[in-house]
T-cell receptor, first 112, second 116 residues
């Protein structure tokens, strides 16, 4: 079945760049997403990339997709303490009920 | 962006009672909504897909009679935890998908259920 994996923790210093990685197994994934979850809250969509794209940039966020290796990454430039949260990658396809499969989540801690 | 509202955000109930959680899409119509359960420090586990006007599709291992889902309108889905037990205590999150092939998924704020 589908599987999405992420490293559990990442710690960076304020002002540095953060890179959060994700691997997935479903080759039919059409869209790949990054969500942010702050403590006790729901998920906030940060950005998404269509599977025929290699890169997408949105202000401080850069998403890289290596479809051959089924590897997705999220780079946050100039990381701030407010970026501390759990980041989930997710995949979905255009078929069926558009079910989303979420990764295990990466807890990002930004040190002042 | 689109807004999805969940209510209540926190609920405490006694064992054996039933609890209803509402999920509303405030500024768009959602033919499909999803219900997730999140255990502490873990990812989201998809429980079921709620389809407007038809029965929900449950994921393997999720008890249909335990977690009743009703999607009565294009803007409202409800999850009822029946005969709740302490092991049902969790963070429940709903999401709603905007329409079209490139539809986006927006999440509610989550509902923390504590069963005593």
């Amino acid at each position: 079945g589908e599987d999405v994996e992420q490293s559990l923790f990442l710690s960076v210093r304020e002002g540095d760049s953060s890179v959060i990685n994700c691997t997935y197994t479903d080759s039919s994934s059409t869209y790949l997403y990054w969500y942010k979850q702050e403590p006790g809250a729901g998920l906030q969509l940060l950005t998404y990339i269509f599977s025929n794209m290699d890169m997408k940039q949105d202000q401080r966020l850069t998403v890289l997709l290596n479809k051959k290796d089924k590897h997705l990454s999220l780079r946050i430039a100039d990381t701030q303490t407010g970026d501390s949260a759990i980041y989930f990658c997710a995949e979905s396809t255009l078929s069926g009920t558009y079910k989303y499969i979420f990764g295990t989540g990466t807890r990002l801690k930004v040190l002042a | 962006g689109a807004v999805v509202s969940q209510h209540p955000s926190r609920v405490i109930c006694k064992s054996g009672t039933s609890v209803k959680i509402e999920c509303r899409s405030l500024d768009f119509q959602a033919t499909t909504m999803f219900w997730y359960r999140q255990f502490p420090k873990q990812s989201l586990m998809l429980m079921a897909t709620s389809n407007e006007g038809s029965k929900a599709t449950y994921e393997q291992g999720v008890e249909k009679d335990k977690f009743l889902i009703n999607h009565a309108s294009l803007t409202l889905s409800t999850l009822t935890v029946t005969s709740a037990h302490p092991e049902d205590s969790s963070f429940y999150i709903c999401s709603a998908r905007t329409g079209g092939a490139a539809g986006e998924l927006f999440f509610g704020e989550g509902s923390r259920l504590t069963v005593l």
